[in-house]
């Protein structure tokens, strides 16, 4: 396997573990909607998106947002906004 493969196969890991924990944390909530905040900080991915030497921080919860719109276009999740909040579950 190449880099790009194992990197690939890497991301698609993680974004099965960002399932998982939408399906096990679903039944907290009375509509089955599970807060992307809640999932972000349970599984601490607010993750800063530039180097330490960047002028300005970037954005946070990029890596998130690239597992969600991966489970997106599998069609295993589907997402909702709210004002400003998202909310995630499993189809």
Not at 72 to 88: A, N, P, T, V
Request: glycine share 6%; charged share 30%.
């Amino acid at each position: 396997m190449n880099s790009r493969d194992n990197i690939h196969h890497l991301l698609l890991s993680i974004s099965k573990e960002i399932f998982s924990y939408i399906k096990e944390h679903e039944n907290l909530y009375a509509d089955g909607w599970v807060p992307a905040s809640k999932i972000k900080q349970d599984l601490e991915l607010n993750l800063i998106c530039t180097p330490k030497s960047a002028n300005s921080a970037g954005g946070k919860g990029w890596l998130f947002g690239a597992m969600a719109r991966i489970l997106e276009d599998k069609e295993q999740i589907e997402m909702r906004k709210i004002r400003f909040r998202s909310y995630l579950r499993a189809k």
